[in-house]
């Protein structure tokens, strides 16, 4: 079946501007001091459209257009055609209806921790939905960029302690958590960062690459006596054991891993009353659950580590 032709934004490529070195004063001075300034500097920093090529592959000009929350787009010069399209297209803020100059103050605050809804309304005058809305939605934009894109735990000097367990049964059956899934996941003792992966099985294949990319090298990793264990690379990691048949704490060592039971304890507590709520796949709700615990720091009162 043949793609509908679109309108093909063409971005300059550039390091999105770090917010922590925006102060205040330059944000109302120099960016969102009137929509005209706004427009460009989102343009130069790459997070407007510079240009738009048309559907029927013209270049487009800039042009004023009435019916566009900006006012502004981009018209084809093309007789035949006469297209418009919005800046917005192809860019964060496609498809919302807010001035772009509250967007970015928007962003601005959210990034910086000034997030509370009191603080938002009383300098954004958004009502409170708007405010939720928005705020869901950057956060949920977090939570896939650390699905595809975690934060390894552990490093030199750090113990992390790593364990299988298995999820779900007919308590979630009306989420769409498989019956039965196995999640492979490890704490770091010190810092309490986790991660948690749903795993087809428990093989070596599967879980020593996931070590390689959850856990930094140099980490002291605590196990039970799981033979997959067996294949953690020596030249990367130091590896203790416990056999928790005979003890759940190694008597000579003192090794455990009742840091990631718990661990589990408090996910499976926290899933349970979520995926009934919220049926969303089960990697989306653990990614939430070390974002909020990782990055957030907001340990949730039902997910207890200690
Ligand atoms: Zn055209």
């Not at 004063?25 to 460009?40: E, G, M, P, S």
């Not at 113990?159 to 498989?178: A, N, Q, T, W």
């Not at 003792?189 to 990319?213: G, Y």
């Amino acid at each position: 079946m043949a793609v509908a032709p679109s309108f093909q934004p063409l971005l300059v490529p550039t390091i999105f501007p770090v917010i922590e070195e925006i102060t205040l004063k330059q944000l109302f001075r120099n960016i969102t001091i009137d929509k005209d300034t706004c427009i460009a500097w989102l343009k130069s920093n790459g997070l407007l459209a510079t240009g738009m090529m048309c559907k029927c592959g013209r270049i487009m000009r800039p042009g004023t257009f009435s019916g566009f929350a900006d006012g502004k787009g981009w018209r084809c010069p093309e007789k035949s055609c006469k297209k418009f399209a919005s800046m917005r297209i192809g860019s964060f803020f496609e498809g919302a209806h807010i001035p772009l100059t509250e967007l970015v103050e928007f962003l601005y605050f959210w990034a910086d921790n000034m997030q509370t809804t009191a603080f938002l309304h009383k300098n954004l005058v958004w009502g409170e939905h708007t405010i939720t809305d928005w705020k869901n939605f950057l956060r949920d934009l977090c939570v896939e960029e650390f699905l595809v894109n975690p934060q390894p735990i552990g490093g030199p000097g750090h113990i992390v302690e790593i364990d299988e367990s298995k999820f779900g049964h007919r308590k979630y059956s009306r989420g769409r958590m498989l019956s039965g899934q196995w999640v492979f996941g490890g704490i770091d003792r010190e810092t309490k960062d986790i991660f948690m992966i749903p795993v087809q099985d428990r093989s070596a294949a599967t879980l020593v690459p996931l070590i390689q990319r959850y856990i930094l090298p140099g980490t002291t990793i605590l196990s039970d006596e799981w033979a997959s264990y067996n294949s953690i690379p020596a030249a990367s990691f130091q590896h203790l054991t416990v056999n928790h048949s005979l003890n759940f704490v190694d008597p000579n060592t003192g090794v455990h891993t009742q840091t990631v039971d718990s661990t589990w304890g408090g996910a499976k507590k926290w899933l349970r009353n979520c995926m009934t709520t919220n049926p969303i796949p089960l990697d989306t709700h653990l990614s939430e659950v070390c974002w909020q615990n990782n990055v957030e720091k907001l340990v949730s009162p039902t997910l207890s580590w200690k």
